[in-house]
């Protein structure tokens, strides 16, 4: 009998849709071997020179014009896709994803950014294609440009997201709360001290800092002022594939110290947090889910106006962390994790919290569960 096949499509603007597609094929695989995934970035696979011009110059506006993302992100807000724009999608940037359905021969199509999302359920639309398509929403807000009368389900994170989209007209029925997927590898803890001897980290209070996978880190100096605190509490930071800034802070007197690491792209993320007493991190919907799947308090830094703001509201809303504001807060926090007592009580009650908002597992089996 032939295996299933979930065929995973998204897009690199940012790198928390694409590890959401990842996330949810190893986390299919894991619960069902007889499944086979596929995750591509399909702009970027139809167009290879064009596909990554177009991410840089997004990543560059981001990083320099946040107020510009902000605004374009709330001018489109209530607003699908129009169908010319959908066209427009497919002729530029999409003209052969239909031979990649004929080659790959999916049973199911799950999308994980709005770009993909509209070109398959224009597809759909014309009758080109029969084939489910489930939309998973990677942040905690519903933008509209994911919606589409062609989506059979939608993948949500929260009962607020749902309710939004239920408010555009969308059937509750095509709407299944799951959870944003993480990789198998946050469905459980890791052993402390092996992480710590693979590292070279000391068993002493830890603070991971996290960029994102763009490493787009915090802008004043906030960053150096943490260092003040070096001798008693350990320090990681990741920067992702920015290179630039791994370099400038190693070169920083402030930051060569033992009990500091300066990491660029790293792929254990789960047994830092694991770790660690602390999370300081930008609010992508990825990130804070990682986070929330571990139960390590957060601290969130500069959120890009937009998804990232509303992701910072739901988890500060619900007691899973604060947004950074000032060196008092640091002080605030860093003195905390030095008492253990403390830090042990609130980390379990962060435990509890999540146990009763969010199972790690859950968007996996809803989507094999769905299938059946």
């Given at each position: 009998?032939r295996?299933?096949?979930?065929?995973?499509?998204?897009?690199?603007?940012?790198?928390?849709?694409?590890?959401?597609?990842?996330?949810?094929?190893?986390?299919?695989?894991?619960?069902?071997?007889?499944?086979?995934?596929?995750?591509?970035e399909?702009?970027?696979?139809?167009?290879?020179?064009?596909?990554?011009?177009?991410?840089?110059?997004?990543?560059?506006?981001?990083?320099?014009?946040?107020?510009?993302?902000?605004?374009l992100?709330?001018?489109?807000?209530?607003?699908?896709?129009?169908?010319?724009?959908?066209?427009?999608?497919?002729?530029i940037?999409?003209?052969?994803?239909?031979?990649?359905?004929?080659?790959?021969?999916?049973?199911?199509?799950?999308?994980?950014h709005?770009?993909?999302?509209?070109?398959?359920?224009?597809?759909?639309?014309?009758g080109?294609?029969?084939?489910?398509?489930?939309?998973?929403?990677?942040?905690?807000?519903a933008?509209?440009?994911?919606?589409?009368?062609?989506?059979?389900k939608?993948?949500?994170?929260?009962?607020?997201v749902?309710?939004?989209?239920t408010d555009?007209?969308?059937?509750?029925?095509?709407?299944?709360?799951?959870?944003?997927?993480?990789?198998?590898d946050?469905?459980?803890?890791?052993?402390?001290?092996e992480?710590?001897?693979?590292?070279g980290?000391?068993?002493?209070?830890?603070?991971?800092?996290m960029?994102?996978?763009?490493?787009?880190?915090y802008?004043?100096?906030?960053?150096?002022?943490?260092?003040?605190?070096?001798?008693?509490?350990?320090?990681?930071?990741?920067?992702?594939?920015?290179?630039?800034?791994?370099?400038?802070?190693?070169?920083?007197?402030?930051?060569?110290?033992?009990?500091?690491?300066?990491?660029?792209?790293?792929?254990?993320v789960?047994?830092?947090?694991?770790?660690?007493?602390?999370?300081?991190?930008?609010?992508?919907?990825?990130?804070?889910?990682?986070?929330l799947?571990?139960?390590?308090?957060?601290?969130?830094?500069?959120?890009?106006?937009?998804?990232?703001?509303?992701?910072?509201?739901?988890?500060?809303?619900?007691?899973?962390?604060?947004?950074?504001?000032?060196?008092?807060?640091?002080?605030?926090?860093?003195?905390m994790?030095?008492?253990?007592?403390?830090?042990?009580?609130?980390?379990r009650?962060l435990?509890?919290?999540?146990?009763?908002?969010?199972n790690?597992?859950q968007?996996?089996?809803?989507?094999?569960?769905?299938?059946?």
């Amino acid at each position: 009998m032939r295996k299933k096949r979930v065929l995973l499509l998204s897009e690199g603007f940012g790198s928390g849709h694409t590890q959401a597609a990842y996330a949810l094929a190893f986390g299919l695989r894991e619960l069902n071997p007889n499944i086979q995934t596929r995750v591509i970035e399909l702009g970027k696979f139809l167009n290879p020179v064009i596909g990554p011009l177009i991410m840089n110059a997004y990543r560059k506006t981001v990083s320099k014009q946040p107020k510009l993302v902000g605004k374009l992100y709330h001018r489109q807000y209530k607003k699908s896709m129009n169908r010319f724009t959908q066209l427009a999608l497919h002729r530029i940037f999409y003209t052969h994803t239909l031979k990649v359905f004929d080659q790959l021969k999916p049973d199911l199509i799950v999308c994980t950014h709005p770009g993909p999302n509209a070109v398959v359920s224009r597809l759909k639309r014309l009758g080109l294609v029969d084939i489910p398509l489930y939309t998973l929403i990677t942040d905690y807000d519903a933008h509209g440009t994911w919606t589409s009368s062609e989506v059979n389900k939608y993948l949500v994170s929260t009962p607020l997201v749902k309710r939004k989209l239920t408010d555009r007209g969308i059937p509750a029925s095509r709407i299944e709360v799951t959870g944003i997927p993480v990789h198998p590898d946050f469905w459980h803890t890791h052993d402390k001290s092996e992480i710590q001897a693979k590292f070279g980290l000391k068993p002493i209070p830890t603070v991971l800092i996290m960029g994102g996978g763009w490493g787009i880190m915090y802008s004043d100096d906030i960053l150096e002022y943490m260092t003040r605190w070096r001798d008693r509490i350990q320090l990681i930071y990741c920067v992702g594939n920015n290179d630039k800034a791994r370099e400038r802070m190693l070169a920083d007197p402030a930051f060569q110290h033992p009990n500091i690491q300066v990491l660029g792209f790293t792929k254990e993320v789960s047994k830092l947090m694991d770790v660690s007493d602390l999370l300081i991190t930008k609010p992508g919907g990825m990130t804070c889910t990682e986070g929330l799947s571990k139960g390590i308090p957060m601290l969130f830094y500069e959120p890009i106006p937009g998804q990232e703001e509303v992701n910072c509201e739901y988890f500060v809303e619900y007691g899973f962390g604060e947004m950074l504001t000032s060196t008092e807060l640091v002080d605030k926090w860093f003195s905390m994790i030095l008492e253990p007592y403390t830090s042990v009580q609130y980390r379990r009650t962060l435990l509890v919290k999540r146990n009763q908002q969010y199972n790690p597992m859950q968007c996996s089996r809803a989507v094999l569960q769905l299938m059946q």
